[in-house]
Nanobody, 117 residues
Framework: QVQLVESGGGLVQAGGSLRLSCAASGSIFNINIMGWYRQAPGKQRELVAH???????NYADSVKGRFTISTDNAKNTVDLQMNSLKPEDTAVYYC???????????WGQGTQVTVSS
């Protein structure tokens, strides 16, 4: 069982920055794909960014150049630095952990990000 707890959401004006953090229950980053997803009202949940088991990063086109995903193995966290935020970034952001062999997937409870215009 992997437990994921997100933090760092909030309200920010357009152009501002937020840093989300996802604390994992153990040292899992080398054996799991760690990712951030988001779901806006009335829309499907979508991938924002993830770090693969090989260590490479992938981003949604809509956030490339503005968001950065990173891990801190000492703290067992995966962070999402979000810069130049736009109102369309408003959503609930979820942390996800998927085993490299796809044996399991766990989700965090989500954290709200609201960007005002």
């Amino acid at each position: 069982q992997v437990q994921l707890v997100e933090s760092g959401g909030g309200l920010v004006q357009a152009g501002g920055s937020l840093r989300l953090s996802c604390a994992a229950s153990g040292s899992i980053f080398n054996i799991n794909i760690m990712g951030w997803y988001r779901q806006a009202p009335g829309k499907q949940r979508e991938l924002v960014a993830h770090i693969t088991c090989g260590g490479s990063t992938n981003y949604a086109d809509s956030v490339k150049g503005r968001f950065t995903i990173s891990t801190d193995n000492a703290k067992n966290t995966v962070d999402l630095q979000m810069n130049s935020l736009k109102p369309e970034d408003t959503a609930v952001y979820y942390c996800r952990s998927t085993a490299c062999n796809n044996a399991y997937t766990f989700w965090g409870q989500g954290t709200q990000v609201t960007v005002s215009s």
